[in-house]
């Protein structure tokens, strides 16, 4: 039997590839929603909490990026875009990079840093997935 958690991340996943995205973003969409530490507390994975939360996904600049929004999000978390890869990432091959090309580590996150400043009006297009619409669907279908 699947937890909710489980048959809600397989409904985002599902969307997410009717949307066009590709199994390696849906993945990254997927470990990303599991790791934001924002997430805990706004019932997402909670089946008797409503929720208004959406993930878009852009490209900016040749890199793809997570941005949350909605009602069930506090203000800086809004504002904020997130490397699909994660900052775990970043971390991880620092050392690797710094070694190699400290100078291009550092424009790496200067780059990561500067895209927060960055609006959705102002991008040519992105990706927007519903997570509590979905979410309302999957606990209608289910219940």
């Known amino acids: 039997m699947y937890s ?4 809600l991340e397989f409904a985002f996943a599902h969307k997410a590839n009717n949307l066009g995205l590709s199994l390696m973003s849906t993945r990254n969409m997927l470990a990303f929603l599991e790791r934001r530490p924002e997430l805990i507390n706004t019932g997402l994975f909670d089946p008797e909490k409503k929720v208004s939360i959406k993930l878009h996904y852009a490209d900016i ?4 990026f997570f941005k949350l929004s909605g009602d069930s999000l506090d203000a800086q978390t809004k504002r904020t875009f997130y ?6 990432r970043l971390i ?3 050392t690797e990079t710094l070694n190699r090309d400290p100078k291009g580590l550092q424009r790496e996150i200067h780059e ?3 895209v927060s400043k960055i609006s959705l009006d102002d991008l040519d297009g992105h990706v927007t997935v519903n997570l509590g619409s979905i979410k309302d669907r999957v606990l209608q279908a289910i219940g």
């Open 83 to 88: 490397p699909t890869v994660g900052f775990e």
């Open 92 to 94: 991880g091959v620092s």
């Open 4 to 7: 909710f958690k489980n048959l």
């Open 112 to 114: 990561t840093l500067s």
């Open 61 to 64: 600049g040749g890199k793809q």
